[in-house]
């Protein structure tokens, strides 16, 4: 089992009114995640990214105003306070340039001593795009293939020096991207850092086969998960890829009690700390794209048909079709007497994992026995310290019954995933 710890930062997960919960910009939260991480044997800490503060009907959205941190810069300063623990930064192939960000990632895999790992993602948001001088749109198919040849290209200044350290010119020709010249810095310690694809769509499984060491996903029951592992693992073949050569981890919550029944009250209790009466007015409010203020959250849900592209929620991408989703949600309500909140609550919160911990552990271990996935990317509910009952009372388990690593057995993020170095390509 591959384990892999999700630095909370600015999402709807995070509890923002715990009396625990601290700063998601100081340094020393990044470092208490990132030990707890490496204390625990994971196998990377992951970065996500925000390249514009997103907008709800006019206004900045609340949860972004605290800060979004640059992930390689932090990851940069987190090598130097971490020995084994691999360091990914989500960086965005639409609005980076293959040279720039090429030779970043190779300068954080050497000052890491080969622990660095880059996930790619695209964007086709003209609201994003503003914040770049040449606006940056592109159509969703467009994306897609700037970012397979923004990756090759990658590679390709990687291999532009030889294991033994010589330096040789580089140069591409393609759609994207025009280059030549030669790379400054030597080739890293696990030849190329760790690519992860974040994606659920036919075009990103197919980007993550062709080109991805790890598939960041998300699918709520042991049966969606073992089709979509099935499918994704079929399309390796396609490229002359193994089926170990990409690991599927999809993001997952945990909530751990000492008991079944008390795990259960818990979840329930963040569920609703997460979901506020305002919370569920907004994400309402994204779904319908349309002002519900007028609407009481403990009421029903609106009447009203859902607005297409309306312009009320900027920066933010909707996954589905919002129709469909509105009828689900309609549903649901009906069907168990739920208000407008409690409808938010049951639909777009629900942990993952729930239980005592010899009850999480049996159904993470189940999850990679059954074929449904790879391993785990965690996402706790609070910043610093949601990982602390995980690592302390679950991965015990997990190492005591052979189903996860009790030591590190190398130091580069390669060999913690299994994953062989690449061949040179010079």
Do not use: C
Request: no cysteine; aromatic share 8%.
């Amino acid at each position: 089992m591959h384990l892999a710890a999700h630095f909370p930062g600015v999402n709807a997960t995070t509890v923002w009114a715990d009396p625990r919960s601290r700063s998601q910009i100081d340094f020393s939260s990044f470092v208490h995640l990132a030990r707890t991480a490496e204390r625990g044997k994971f196998d990377f800490f992951f970065l996500a990214e925000g390249l514009r503060l997103r907008e709800h009907n006019g206004r900045i959205h609340d949860l972004d105003v605290v800060g979004r941190p640059e992930s390689l810069t932090v990851l940069s300063a987190l090598a130097a306070v971490t020995e084994r623990l691999g360091l990914a930064a989500t960086v965005n192939a639409t609005f980076n340039e293959p040279y720039e960000l090429a030779r970043r990632l190779a300068t954080l895999d050497h000052l890491s001593e080969g622990r660095a790992a880059w996930n790619v993602v695209t964007s086709s948001d003209a609201f994003t795009g503003e914040n770049f001088r040449r606006g940056g749109y592109l159509d969703r198919a467009e994306r897609y293939t700037r970012a397979a040849e923004f990756v090759a290209t990658a590679r390709e200044l990687w291999d532009s020096w030889t294991p033994d350290g010589a330096s040789r010119p580089f140069a591409h020709e393609g759609g994207q991207f025009t280059i030549s010249g030669e790379f400054t810095v030597p080739r890293s310690p696990q030849g190329h850092p760790v690519v992860i694809q974040a994606g659920d769509s036919g075009e990103g499984r197919e980007f993550a086969a062709s080109a991805a060491d790890i598939i960041f996903t998300r699918h709520g029951t042991l049966e969606a998960g073992r089709a979509f592992y099935a499918d994704v693992k079929a399309r390796l073949a396609a490229y002359g890829r193994e089926p170990d050569d990409l690991k599927i981890m999809p993001g997952v919550t945990v909530v751990v009690g000492d008991t079944d029944a008390e795990a259960q009250e818990r979840a329930y209790e963040i569920r609703r700390q997460q979901v506020s009466p305002q919370n569920a007015l907004l994400a309402a409010e994204q779904l319908w794209g349309r002002d519900l203020s007028a609407y009481d959250p403990d009421g029903p849900l609106p009447e009203v048909d859902p607005v297409v592209d309306s312009g009320l929620v900027k920066g933010r991408v909707l996954h589905g079709d919002p129709f469909a989703v509105v009828a689900r949600w309609r549903a649901v309500a009906a069907a168990k007497g739920l208000s407008l909140r409690q409808t938010v609550i049951e639909t777009t919160t629900r942990q993952s994992f729930i239980g005592s911990p010899r009850t999480v552990a049996a159904e993470l271990t189940a999850f990679v026995d059954e074929r449904a996935a790879d391993g785990f990317i965690l996402v706790p509910h609070l910043t610093p310290g949601g990982l602390d009952d995980f690592v302390d009372r679950v991965v015990p388990l997990l190492q005591e019954s052979g189903a996860f690593r009790s030591e590190y057995s190398g130091s580069t993020l390669r060999s913690h995933l299994g994953l062989a170095e690449p061949v040179w390509k010079g």
